[in-house]
């Protein structure tokens, strides 16, 4: 009987095991990044097109930014472990990697890449389910570049 | 002779040789040269030292750029033309506004402006004000919010092919209409934990803003070593 329970315990971790690796070989997600080009001449007026992260631009961090332009935007569709690369108007390139999926959070690689393809950033991270990553102060033009990049499960 | 007659020889041969003595004195002083040998001497003298600078001064002055020469002499009179300008100004009493008025008034420019305004009214009365946009019309086009260079929905721009990279690569999102990217939710509950972070060489830091939408993770990178304009630097 003891070893019977022992067995039936056994055989339902493995099923549990087994239904989580299932489950991660189905993790996936969308992401979308947002390039939006910060100038230091301007009224500090935000656009509709970037009022979604208007608190984020006319925070003290972007001070000195007086204003903001939407560049380009492209959206991901990522699956686990699988490089997604996009190009943007600006010639930079975004590289997102979907790394993993634990309960409400993503787990997410990305990589900066400049017009001339040179690298420029490579950072991964753990977010909550629908949050926001600014990467900033890309050269670009006359003002800098923030990327703005937000990834909810699929 | 005395000091005070060595002296008004002196002065006379000065001013015999300057052409400052009248008709009579000179010829009185003439008689005087021919009769001190010595006098006569420094008179000489005087002329050779002005023979010998006057042609030193033609000389340097041959040496002179004509066109330098003539800018300078240009700016010269610009500068006597601007001096005489301005004394005439000060001179004249200030013209009062009528006074403009009217010699506007006289000018063609005045009178081409005046028949266009008279050809605009006449043009008025004869159609009637029924020709332009109503004013219900116009305040329907003023509530229409100003056409946007750029739609609400950013443009999806075609993505080029991807070369592999170690891990498997998929192809890039295939272009999209603006109108046909999904929806996206609005950012919540921002705060990253960063695991990693590569700034390939250039300087970076990572900061956070407290916002509508909680702590915002922000990676910042420093290209070039250029100094960040940030509220660390504000």
Redesign the interface.
Same mark, same amino acid.
């Given at each position: 009987m003891k070893t019977k329970n022992i067995l039936l315990s056994a055989v339902a971790f493995a099923g549990a095991l087994g239904t989580a690796s299932v489950a991660k070989a189905d993790d996936s997600a969308?992401c979308?990044v947002?390039q939006v080009l910060a100038k230091?001449d301007g009224d500090g007026t935000v %656009?509709? +097109?970037l009022k979604? @992260?208007e608190?984020?631009l006319t925070? *003290?961090?972007f001070?000195?930014?007086k204003s903001f332009?939407?560049l !380009?935007?492209?959206?991901?569709?990522l !699956?686990l +472990?699988?490089?997604?690369?996009?190009?943007?108007?600006t010639g930079h390139s975004l590289g997102l990697?979907l790394l993993g999926v634990t309960g409400s959070k993503l787990?997410v &690689?990305v990589s900066?890449f400049s017009a001339k393809q040179?690298?420029?950033?490579?950072?991964?991270?753990?977010?909550? &389910?629908?949050?926001?990553?600014?990467?900033?102060?890309?050269?670009h033009a006359d003002g800098k570049l923030i990327f703005a990049v937000?990834c909810?499960k699929r | 002779m005395n000091r005070s007659s060595q002296e008004q020889l002196e002065h006379d041969l000065h001013a015999y040789f300057d052409g400052e003595l009248d008709d009579a004195t000179a010829t009185q002083f003439e008689s005087e040269l021919a009769e001190h040998p010595a006098l006569k001497a420094r008179f000489e003298d005087l002329q050779f030292l002005r023979s010998v600078v006057g042609k030193t001064l033609e000389s340097a002055g041959e040496q002179v750029d004509a066109a330098r020469f003539e800018q300078a002499w240009d700016a010269f009179d610009a500068h006597l033309d601007r001096e005489a300008r301005l004394k005439h100004a000060v001179a004249e009493p200030p013209v009062s506004i009528w006074g403009r008025v009217s010699a506007f008034i006289k000018t063609p420019v005045a009178w081409g402006v005046g028949g266009a305004a008279a050809a605009a009214a006449v043009v008025f009365l004869v159609v009637g004000p029924g020709a332009g946009p109503s004013n219900t019309q116009m305040a329907d086009a003023s509530d229409q919010p100003a056409p946007?260079a750029?739609? #609400? /929905? %950013?443009?999806? *721009?075609a993505?080029?092919s991807?070369a592999p990279?170690p891990?498997?690569? $998929?192809d890039? /999102?295939s272009p999209?209409a603006p109108d046909a990217?999904?929806e996206?939710?609005?950012? /919540?509950?921002? &705060? $990253? *934990?960063?695991? @990693?972070? #590569?700034?390939?060489g250039?300087s970076?830091r990572i900061?956070h803003? *407290?916002?509508?939408?909680g702590t915002?993770?922000? @990676?910042?990178?420093? /290209? #070039?070593d250029e100094s960040? #304009?940030?509220?660390r630097s504000?």
């Open positions: 969308q979308r947002t230091k %656009p509709r +097109n979604f @992260i608190s984020e925070s *003290d961090q001070a000195a930014y332009e939407l !380009d935007a492209k959206d991901y569709k !699956d +472990n699988v490089d997604k690369k996009q190009r943007m108007k990697k787990k &690689n900066v040179k690298q420029l950033l490579s950072t991964a991270y753990s977010i909550e &389910n629908k949050g926001l990553v600014l990467l900033a102060g890309y050269k937000q909810q | 946007n750029k739609a #609400d /929905e %950013p443009e999806a *721009d993505a080029p991807l990279s891990t498997h690569v $998929a890039a /999102e999209k990217m999904t996206f939710p609005l950012p /919540e509950a921002n &705060n $990253a *934990d960063v695991e @990693i972070v #590569d700034f390939a250039h970076g900061s803003i *407290d916002g509508k939408h915002t993770t922000v @990676i910042w990178v420093q /290209e #070039d960040v #304009d940030s509220e504000l």
